[in-house]
């Protein structure tokens, strides 16, 4: 009797490892079909490794690296802007700081050969505000709107069209 159970035992271990041995046959198998589907997913999806070109002929890497070599150049435009407010109902003046963006070296020469120039317009541009809209945000952001029309008109005037400045940022904005 104990040499029946003895024999038992051994045959269904030996059941037990055909099982555990097919167990991992078929976790391999999935393992491979995955790595192999997940390779040819990255390889379509990542692309070849000709370089796209852009429609006026150069790569895209090219261009990645025209943005990078550009940095952001500011000027400030000193000293603040003091505007007395015609109707000084809710406010009487207004102080100004600004700063005018552009990536261009050029751009950033002739912002500051100009200044005066570029000053006497923004001068004018702003005592012709109404205070009541100022005091709105989206006053604010038309009021960017236009002083980026200003100094872009002075700009295209001294060096064409082809030459930009990209945005103005308010340093100070005090209504009182």
Known sequence: MA???????SAGGA???????????????????????GGAAAFFLLGSDEPESTEDGAS???VVEAVEKQAALYFQIKPE???????????????VGIAVMTRDEEVLESIEANAPRIRNDILL???NQDASVLKTPT??????????KVVQA???????????????????????
Do not use: C
């Open 3 to 9: 040499k029946e159970d003895l024999s038992m035992d």
């Open 81 to 95: 802007f003091k505007i007395i407010f015609s109707n000084p109902k809710p406010h009487r003046m207004m102080k």
């Open 139 to 148: 006053g604010k952001d038309g009021l960017a709107s236009e002083l980026l």
């Open 60 to 62: 895209s890497e090219e």
């Open 15 to 37: 059941e037990e490892e055909k099982k555990s041995g097919k167990k991992w046959l078929i976790i391999g198998i999935v393992a491979a079909v995955l790595l192999i589907g």
């Open 125 to 127: 541009m702003l005592s």
């Open 154 to 176: 002075v700009i295209t005037d001294e060096l064409g069209d082809k030459k930009v400045v990209e945005k103005i940022y308010f340093n100070d904005f005090i209504m009182q």
